[in-house]
């Protein structure tokens, strides 16, 4: 029998099935919790030790009332009815995409404060804010994860996709800037290190990554993966700057998924110090770049154009 029932909420979501996955492995029963359902949740809630807390909202382009509802609004519904339960452990996922885009090229700490950009990340700051009203009434503990490479899709994954789709991609800056990025396992894993040690990590927040690498370096190993010639021409920042501003980046840079955040992102440092979670809770990686990426392109069914430049004669 089960030592622990965990209750998830998002398990249908890309991150959510990969914690589920993690979780899986361990002696415990994993209980897919619907936060819109009052009626189970409260039923729920008293049958189980732990709750995760991992849907959310992200997607591109949607109104910030429907960002809201879903982040804010269901993670007060949550902890609300978390707060009538006895519970072990509440663990929220948040991010480290709400530091914005004005990091430093050095590795930054669980301390450093969420400028975000866009009404998504700004109602995941919010959602975050909000989960630490109640840490005097919830055993709390809040995981910020790096950049997740899980699937196809995601904020990163937009951007390896314009990598291995075009056929001379640009590199904001030569691709130098250093980015900090983690795989799908390794996220189950950084949230189990976290439910096993709730002595070391309730009232805590800890970061989450599994490599510390570059643009460019992720783009040679998305298209070494994908069997295609590597082929990038350098954007200097000023440039790819002039060209969003005139309105003509669309020649080179991706649409419609927001041109002004491929060019700061892919040109900005966004460098995460995860050693807390490391020394504090054990916390270990076993995913490089290189198997992170090759389990999401796998998953990932390319566009014809991929297939095109895959197929295509030298």
Do not use: K
């Amino acid at each position: 029998m089960a030592t622990m029932r965990i209750a998830l909420t998002g398990a249908a979501q890309p991150d959510g099935s990969a914690i589920a996955r993690e979780l899986d492995r361990h002696d415990v029963e994993v209980v897919p919790l619907d936060v819109g359902d009052s009626a189970q949740l409260a039923g729920t809630l008293s049958t189980v030790t732990h709750v995760v807390h991992a849907r959310s909202l992200n997607e591109p382009g949607l109104a910030p009332a429907a960002y809201a509802e879903v982040n804010v609004h269901s993670t007060t519904t949550l902890l609300d009815a978390c707060r009538q339960a006895e519970l072990q452990q509440v663990v929220f996922l948040s991010t480290t995409e709400t530091y914005g885009r004005r990091l430093p090229p050095w590795p930054v700490t669980e301390s450093w404060v969420p400028r975000p950009v866009g009404p998504a990340l700004q109602s995941r700051v919010a959602a975050e804010r909000v989960a630490r009203t109640y840490r005097r009434r919830v055993p709390l503990s809040i995981l910020r994860p790096a950049p997740v490479i899980v699937n196809g899709e995601g904020s990163l994954m937009r951007v390896i996709r314009h990598f291995i789709s075009r056929p001379r991609a640009a590199l904001v800056g030569g691709g130098q800037a250093p980015v900090s990025v983690l795989a799908a396992a390794d996220l189950g894993r950084a949230v189990w290190a976290m439910i096993s040690q709730p002595e070391e990590a309730v009232d805590q927040v800890f970061h989450a990554a599994s490599a510390h690498t570059t643009w460019r370096d992720l783009a040679v190993e998305a298209c070494q993966l994908r069997g295609i010639e590597e082929r990038f021409w350098n954007a200097p920042y000023g440039l790819a700057r002039g060209l969003d501003a005139c309105r003509l980046a669309g020649w080179v840079l991706p649409e419609p998924e927001g041109v002004d955040a491929y060019v700061t992102t892919t040109g900005s440092p966004h460098l995460i110090d995860d050693s807390r979670a490391r020394v504090t809770l054990g916390y270990a990686p076993v995913l490089g770049v290189r198997a992170a990426l090759a389990q999401a392109l796998d998953i990932y069914r390319p566009s014809p154009n991929e297939e095109a430049r895959v197929d295509a004669p030298d």
